[in-house]
């Protein structure tokens, strides 16, 4: 497990690389996002639903992206936001486009659309992560789903405890709420304390 | 010469602290904060020469820390240093009175250039 350390070294480099995401996003809706401390933290693997979404019960339906990215480090970016927002993010992205499609009608824009912000944030993020640790990431295609459950099975992936880092995308003016997960697997854990020593070590 | 450096992580303030040249750290007495609420209480009572200031924290966050803080002291210099690189965040720093505001992880060159302006 991860010792207070070298929790709190990943905590600020993360803080640091979601920072140059959010930023991406932010300046291209000429808006502002509330940054929040990211929350870290290990769980075994059938745990990660509940870790991620929430009680089952009551859980609305929500658009959940998931893309794989590999290299030194591998590991899966999870984007969800609620219906509602992602609505609002819609609107948004057409106000910024010039052209407006009614949204109920058009759920494959807002798909894309909403691939599309998952993709600029997890890759600016985990870019920016492996830049700090002096690694290379390269990333899959994204894949979005609705629904109120995450479909992968972690377990047949060979996962046995998983490391959430979870932060949170918000614009509070346009009621945009969306968050974001970075799991990591089993065998991630020895060398991400590994780079992360090696860092500390470095810049203190 | 008195340096405050607030941030929420020992990591954050380590940087900084490296990253002040050894002349200057030695000559000065250095002082740190994990949090906003604690940034305005530090400042009160050392009224420090030049602060460091991070944006994204528990408890109260540096917007509102800079905000309380120039308000008592209108003079108070203070660099934000920062993840939060949005182009709005910049400006509002800015307007809060912040007099420069530093991307996450700070150079050491600029820190030593920062503490000469004040030397």
Same mark, same amino acid.
């Given at each position: 497990m991860l010792d207070n350390e070298i929790k709190e070294a990943l905590e600020e480099l993360i803080n640091i690389s979601y920072g140059s995401a959010t930023a991406a996003i932010a300046d291209l809706f000429d808006s502002f996002?509330?940054?929040? +401390?990211?929350?870290?933290?290990?769980?075994? +693997? &059938?745990? +990660?639903?509940?870790?991620?979404?929430?009680? !089952?019960?009551?859980?609305?339906?929500?658009?959940?992206?998931?893309?794989?990215?590999?290299?030194?480090?591998?590991?899966?970016?999870?984007? +969800?936001?609620?219906? $509602? @927002?992602?609505?609002?993010? $819609?609107?948004?992205?057409?106000?910024?486009?010039?052209?407006?499609?009614? $949204?109920? &009608? !058009?759920?494959?824009?807002?798909? $894309? @659309?909403i691939l599309e912000i998952a993709n600029i944030l997890g890759a600016s993020c985990i870019g920016k992560l492996a830049e700090l640790l002096g690694s290379v990431v390269s990333f899959l295609p994204p894949n979005i789903e609705l629904d109120n459950r995450l479909l992968m099975d972690r377990e047949k992936a060979g996962y046995s405890k998983v490391l959430i880092i979870s932060t949170l995308l918000e614009f509070e003016d346009e009621q945009i709420t969306g968050h974001l997960f970075i799991l990591f697997d089993d065998e991630i854990f020895v060398w991400l304390e590994k780079s992360l020593y090696a860092f500390i070590e470095e810049n203190t | 010469m008195k340096i405050l450096i607030v941030d929420d992580t020992k990591l954050s303030r380590a940087m900084i602290l490296k990253r002040i040249p050894d002349n200057v750290k030695n000559s000065s007495k250095i002082f740190q904060g994990t949090n906003g609420r604690e940034a305005v209480e530090l400042y009160k009572e050392i009224k420090p020469d030049i602060t460091f200031l991070d944006l994204t924290m528990p408890e109260m966050d540096g917007f509102? *820390? /800079?905000?309380?803080?120039? *308000?008592?002291? #209108? %003079?108070? /210099?203070?660099?934000?240093?920062?993840? %939060?690189? =949005?182009?709005? *965040?910049?400006?509002?720093?800015?307007? /809060?009175?912040?007099?420069?505001?530093?991307?996450? #992880?700070? %150079?050491?060159?600029?820190? *030593? =250039?920062? /503490?000469?302006?004040?030397?």
């Open positions: 996002a509330q940054l929040k +401390v990211p929350g870290i933290q290990v769980v075994p +693997v &059938e745990e +990660v639903e509940h870790a991620v979404l929430g009680k !089952n019960d009551h859980r609305p339906d929500l658009y959940i992206t998931t893309q794989m990215f590999k290299g030194t480090f591998k590991g899966e970016i999870l984007f +969800v936001i609620d219906k $509602q @927002s992602a609505y609002n993010m $819609q609107n948004l992205i057409c106000l910024l486009e010039k052209v407006c499609i009614d $949204q109920e &009608e !058009n759920d494959t824009e807002k798909r $894309q @659309s | 509102t *820390a /800079l905000e309380i803080i120039r *308000a008592h002291d #209108p %003079d108070a /210099l203070v660099y934000v240093v920062t993840a %939060d690189i =949005q182009a709005k *965040a910049r400006d509002r720093v800015l307007e /809060l009175g912040a007099k420069g505001i530093e991307r996450k #992880p700070i %150079d050491e060159g600029r820190i *030593a =250039q920062i /503490l000469d302006t004040i030397r």
